[in-house]
């Protein structure tokens, strides 16, 4: 426990993190890797959170002619999708774990009560907070920051495609470079893509710091919570 720089951490987790390399759906060798790491911090005695996207299955952005709140409830519904597999993983591990959606669904998963959260977090169990903040118009990045802040989380591992923030996107330009700290003022002043504005606000008015690194890199998310430097640290 002593090597660990964080009690408990909030991981957040794209909907791509979980589709391999054909980019849709779910892979589940890499829902299994994922999980194996999560493992190894709670066998460390971290207490972790996960927030899970669905870039994977749908984003509320890609009906284009839909109603935008119903396109955004079907992007909820696809983070629960995400949330089961990744508790299915982590059980198949061993690893006890609760999935609690933000939309009712009782038979499924237990409803969001924030306290009940914070006891399976001391019980050494893995919460994946499902469906968002259960509002159409945010982001699972917002979920996150939101769960973040009421389970008291040290910090909020983004996992990522790139192994860091950088000051122009790092695939268009090979003149791109990475910040290794930026303070929250600094992502919002300078429009960096870290987190949308609503999820960068809400982790700068509570003083969350965000680690932000590469997730295909095996051992990242334990570098992560010892302290090692990887990626950006936005504090
Ligand atoms: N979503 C929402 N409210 C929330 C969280 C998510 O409406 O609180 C919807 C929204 O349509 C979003 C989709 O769910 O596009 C999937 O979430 P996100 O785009 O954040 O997934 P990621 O990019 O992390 O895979």
Redesign the pocket.
Known sequence: MSECKYKRVML??????LAGANGFGIDFNVALRIATEIKELVDMGVEVGA?????????????EDMD??T?????????CI?ALALQDSLESLGVMTRVQS?IEMKEVAEPFIRRRAMRHLEKGRVVIFA?????????????AA?RAAEIEADVILLAKKVDGVYDKDPHKHDDAVKFDTLSHLEVLEKGLQVM?STASSLCKDNNIPIIVFALDEPGNIKKAITGEKIGTIVS
């Open positions: 957040k987790l794209s909907g791509e993190a927030v899970v996207g669905a870039g994977n299955i749908w984003r509320g952005r890609q009906g935008r709140t396109a955004d409830y079907m992007g909820m519904l696809g983070t995400n933000a469906a968002g903040t259960g509002n159409p118009y945010f982001s699972t990045d917002t979920a939101l949308d």
